[in-house]
C-alpha cells in the first residue's frame, strides 16, 4: 500500500495545481489520474478549443488579406492540419504538466479511483487507450484487473464535471455529439445545429462559422450567453447574425429525427421550425464527475445536484477530505479550480488562503471575444445598489481602427454616491485579456475616478476602461458627451 500526505484525486487544472504547491510546502503528495494530466481543461476544452479557434482566426484574416493592402491567392482550409496542430498543442502542454508534477516530486498513478473510506482509495488500471473517440471516458468501469492501494492523511477530490445529457427524443442518433465528440469530427460539417447558447455553444458557433459550416444555434433564454450582462448577449446574438448564424433564442428542441440526408431538429419557440442538419451538438452544460468512484463510502455531502458542498476552505463535512474545482459546482471556471487547488493545498499545509468569489474573471472565445467580471447592471439593481453604468465603443479607439477590429464595447457598473466599480463586461478585441484590470478594479475597491486618471498607453486596446470610466463620470473624451435632458 502506498501512502502520503496528501492524496489528490484528478489531475485537471485544479488537481495537478494543488499537488504542486502542497508538494512546495513540503507534503508528500501522490496524483490519481486514468487519463492525460490536465484535465478537461487541457485536453478537451479550454486549450484545444482555443488551438482550433485560432487556426479559424487566421484563416478568418488571412481571406480578408486583401483589406489591408496584402493579396493572397488559393486560399484553403486544411481541417486536418487544424487537428494536427490542436494535438500538438494539447500533448506540449500536457506533457509540460507531466514534467512539472515529476520535477515537484509528486507521484503519479495511473488509473480510475474508488474511494474504500474518507482518506483510502483503491486505484485500478484503466487499460489503454486511456480515451475514446468520442472524447473522455469519464465513467468507464475500471477493468477488473488488480488494483493498486492508497492511503493518504488527507485527500482532495479534484475529478471535474461532465457534459449533462439532455432527455430529447432522438438524443441517441449517430451524428449527435456532445462538445467532447465534437473533437472527433474529422471535417467541417456542412450544416450543424448547436443546442445550447452559453460559452460553449456559443465558442463552437463562432468556430464552424468561421470555417464554413451553416450553423444554427438554439438557446432557451432571451439571449446568446445569458450568465452575461443582457447588453452583451444581445450584441453576441447580433453578431452571429450579421455573420450568417441562425440565432434563436427562447426556444428549445424538442426532438431530432433521423431524415433521408442527415438529421431534423424540431424547435419549439415563437414559432415551431425544423431546421436540417448533419450534426447536432448539444452543449448545454456539466453535471459533476463522480460516477463509479464511490463517493458514498467517503461520507461527504452533495447538494441535490451532486455537487459536493465545501466551505471556504475547500473542506467537505468530513474531516480531512476536501473538494476542488467543477465538482464543487461553486463556478466551472479552470482558473476557479487553480485558485481553489491552491487555497486547499495552503490550508492542509498550515498555511493562510482564501478565495473571492465575487472576483471571477470569466471569458467566451467567440469573435466577437466576450469577458467579464463582477456584477451585471441587472445584479447590482437587484443587491440594492443605485449605480450609474456606461459603455465605450472599441470604434472610437486608434489602436481597434488599426487593427481592423472595431466590433464591440467596454460596459463598466459602478455605484452612484463613491463611483466604486462593481462590473466589467466586454465585448470585442482581446476581451479575455482586457478583463484582467477589471478584476483587479474591483479586488483593490478601485473608484471610477482612479481607473480615469490612471495614465494608459496610446494606441492600445487597454484605454477602454479608462475611456468607460470617464463616460461614467460624465466627463468622455473620445466620444460624445451625454445627451442635456
Same mark, same amino acid.
Given at each position: 500500500?502506498?501512502?502520503?500526505?496528501?492524496?489528490?484525486?484528478?489531475?485537471?487544472?485544479?488537481?495537478?495545481? @494543488?499537488?504542486?504547491?502542497?508538494?512546495?510546502?513540503?507534503?508528500?503528495?501522490g496524483?490519481?489520474?486514468?487519463?492525460r494530466?490536465g484535465?478537461?481543461?487541457? *485536453?478537451?476544452?479550454?486549450?484545444?478549443?482555443?488551438?482550433?479557434?485560432?487556426?479559424?482566426?487566421?484563416?478568418?484574416?488571412v481571406?480578408?488579406?486583401?483589406?489591408?493592402?496584402?493579396?493572397?491567392?488559393?486560399v484553403?482550409?486544411?481541417?486536418?492540419?487544424?487537428?494536427?496542430?490542436?494535438?500538438?498543442?494539447?500533448?506540449?502542454?500536457?506533457d509540460?504538466?507531466?514534467?512539472?508534477?515529476?520535477?515537484n516530486?509528486?507521484t503519479?498513478? *495511473?488509473?480510475?479511483?474508488?474511494?474504500?473510506g474518507?482518506? $483510502?482509495?483503491?486505484?485500478?488500471?484503466?487499460?489503454?487507450?486511456?480515451?475514446?473517440?468520442?472524447?473522455?471516458?469519464?465513467?468507464?468501469?475500471?477493468?477488473g484487473?488488480?488494483?493498486?492501494?492508497?492511503?493518504?492523511k488527507?485527500?482532495?477530490?479534484?475529478?471535474?464535471?461532465?457534459?449533462?445529457q439532455?432527455?430529447?427524443?432522438?438524443?441517441?442518433?449517430?451524428?449527435?455529439? $456532445?462538445?467532447?465528440?465534437?473533437?472527433?469530427?474529422?471535417?467541417?460539417?456542412?450544416?450543424?445545429?448547436?443546442?445550447?447558447?452559453? @460559452?460553449?455553444?456559443?465558442?463552437w458557433?463562432?468556430?464552424?462559422?468561421?470555417?464554413?459550416?451553416?450553423?444554427?444555434?438554439?438557446?432557451?433564454?432571451?439571449?446568446?450567453?445569458? @450568465?452575461?450582462?443582457?447588453e452583451?448577449?444581445?450584441?453576441l446574438?447580433?453578431?452571429f447574425?450579421?455573420?450568417?448564424?441562425?440565432?434563436?433564442t427562447?426556444?428549445?428542441?424538442?426532438?431530432?429525427e433521423?431524415?433521408?440526408?442527415g438529421?431534423?431538429?424540431?424547435?419549439d419557440?415563437?414559432?415551431?421550425?425544423?431546421?436540417?442538419?448533419?450534426v447536432v451538438?448539444?452543449?448545454?452544460?456539466?453535471?459533476?464527475?463522480t460516477?463509479?468512484?464511490?463517493?458514498?463510502?467517503?461520507?461527504?455531502?452533495?447538494?441535490?445536484r451532486?455537487?459536493?458542498?465545501?466551505?471556504?476552505?475547500?473542506?467537505?463535512?468530513?474531516?480531512?477530505?476536501?473538494?476542488i474545482?467543477?465538482?464543487?459546482?461553486?463556478a466551472?471556471?479552470a482558473h476557479?479550480?487553480s485558485?481553489q487547488g491552491v487555497?486547499a493545498?495552503?490550508?492542509i499545509?498550515g498555511?493562510?488562503?482564501?478565495i473571492?468569489y465575487n472576483?471571477?474573471?470569466?471569458?467566451?472565445?467567440?469573435?466577437?471575444e466576450i469577458?467579464?467580471v463582477?456584477?451585471?447592471e441587472?445584479?447590482?439593481?437587484?443587491a440594492?445598489?443605485?449605480?450609474? $453604468?456606461?459603455?465605450?465603443?472599441?470604434?472610437?479607439l486608434?489602436?481597434?481602427?488599426?487593427y481592423?477590429? $472595431?466590433e464591440?464595447?467596454?460596459?463598466?457598473?459602478a455605484?452612484?454616491?463613491y463611483?466604486?466599480?462593481l462590473?466589467?463586461?466586454?465585448?470585442?478585441?482581446?476581451?479575455s485579456?482586457?478583463?484582467?484590470?477589471?478584476?483587479?478594479?474591483?479586488?483593490?475597491?478601485?473608484?471610477?475616478?482612479?481607473?480615469?486618471?490612471?495614465?494608459? @498607453?496610446?494606441?492600445?486596446?487597454?484605454?477602454?476602461?479608462?475611456?468607460?470610466?470617464?463616460?461614467?463620470?460624465?466627463?468622455?473624451?473620445?466620444?460624445?458627451p451625454p445627451?442635456k435632458?
Amino acid at each position: 500500500m502506498q501512502e502520503f500526505d496528501l492524496l489528490v484525486v484528478g489531475g485537471g487544472p485544479g488537481g495537478y495545481v @494543488a499537488a504542486i504547491r502542497a508538494a512546495q510546502r513540503g507534503l508528500s503528495v501522490g496524483v490519481v489520474e486514468k487519463e492525460r494530466p490536465g484535465g478537461v481543461c487541457l *485536453n478537451w476544452g479550454c486549450i484545444p478549443t482555443k488551438a482550433m479557434l485560432r487556426s479559424a482566426e487566421v484563416y478568418e484574416t488571412v481571406l480578408h488579406a486583401a483589406d489591408f493592402g496584402v493579396q493572397v491567392e488559393g486560399v484553403a482550409l486544411d481541417y486536418d492540419t487544424v487537428r494536427r496542430r490542436k494535438d500538438s498543442v494539447v500533448k506540449g502542454l500536457t506533457d509540460g504538466v507531466a514534467g512539472l508534477l515529476k520535477s515537484n516530486g509528486v507521484t503519479v498513478i *495511473n488509473g480510475h479511483a474508488r474511494f474504500t473510506g474518507p482518506t $483510502t482509495v483503491d486505484v485500478y488500471p484503466t487499460g489503454e487507450p486511456p480515451l475514446g473517440a468520442d472524447g473522455p471516458r469519464y465513467a468507464a468501469e475500471p477493468s477488473g484487473a488488480a488494483f493498486e492501494q492508497v492511503r493518504a492523511k488527507d485527500v482532495i477530490i479534484a475529478t471535474g464535471s461532465v457534459p449533462v445529457q439532455l432527455p430529447i427524443e432522438g438524443a441517441d442518433l449517430p451524428g449527435v455529439i $456532445t462538445s467532447d465528440g465534437a473533437f472527433g469530427l474529422t471535417e467541417v460539417p456542412k450544416r450543424i445545429a448547436i443546442v445550447g447558447g452559453s @460559452a460553449v455553444g456559443a465558442e463552437w458557433a463562432s468556430l464552424f462559422a468561421t470555417l464554413g459550416s451553416e450553423v444554427s444555434i438554439i438557446e432557451m433564454q432571451k439571449t446568446l450567453v445569458p @450568465a452575461e450582462d443582457a447588453e452583451v448577449g444581445k450584441a453576441l446574438g447580433r453578431s452571429f447574425s450579421k455573420r450568417g448564424i441562425k440565432v434563436l433564442t427562447e426556444a428549445t428542441v424538442s426532438k431530432i429525427e433521423q431524415a433521408k440526408s442527415g438529421l431534423k431538429v424540431t424547435v419549439d419557440g415563437a414559432k415551431a421550425q425544423q431546421i436540417d442538419a448533419d450534426v447536432v451538438l448539444i452543449g448545454v452544460g456539466r453535471k459533476p464527475n463522480t460516477a463509479h468512484l464511490d463517493l458514498d463510502k467517503t461520507g461527504v455531502g452533495v447538494d441535490e445536484r451532486g455537487f459536493i458542498q465545501v466551505d471556504d476552505k475547500l473542506r467537505t463535512n468530513v474531516e480531512h477530505v476536501y473538494a476542488i474545482g467543477d465538482v464543487t459546482g461553486k463556478a466551472l471556471l479552470a482558473h476557479v479550480a487553480s485558485h481553489q487547488g491552491v487555497v486547499a493545498a495552503e490550508t492542509i499545509a498550515g498555511q493562510h488562503a482564501a478565495i473571492d468569489y465575487n472576483v471571477i474573471p470569466a471569458a467566451t472565445f467567440t469573435h466577437p471575444e466576450i469577458a467579464s467580471v463582477g456584477l451585471t447592471e441587472e445584479q447590482a439593481t437587484a443587491a440594492g445598489h443605485e449605480i450609474v $453604468t456606461a459603455k465605450f465603443p472599441f470604434a472610437a479607439l486608434g489602436r481597434a481602427q488599426t487593427y481592423g477590429d $472595431t466590433e464591440g464595447f467596454l460596459k463598466i457598473v459602478a455605484g452612484k454616491k463613491y463611483g466604486e466599480v462593481l462590473g466589467v463586461h466586454i465585448i470585442g478585441p482581446s476581451a479575455s485579456d482586457l478583463i484582467t484590470e477589471g478584476a483587479l478594479a474591483i479586488a483593490l475597491e478601485a473608484t471610477l475616478d482612479e481607473l480615469a486618471e490612471t495614465i494608459h @498607453a496610446h494606441p492600445t486596446l487597454g484605454e477602454v476602461g479608462m475611456e468607460a470610466a470617464m463616460a461614467a463620470l460624465g466627463l468622455p473624451i473620445h466620444v460624445a458627451p451625454p445627451r442635456k435632458r
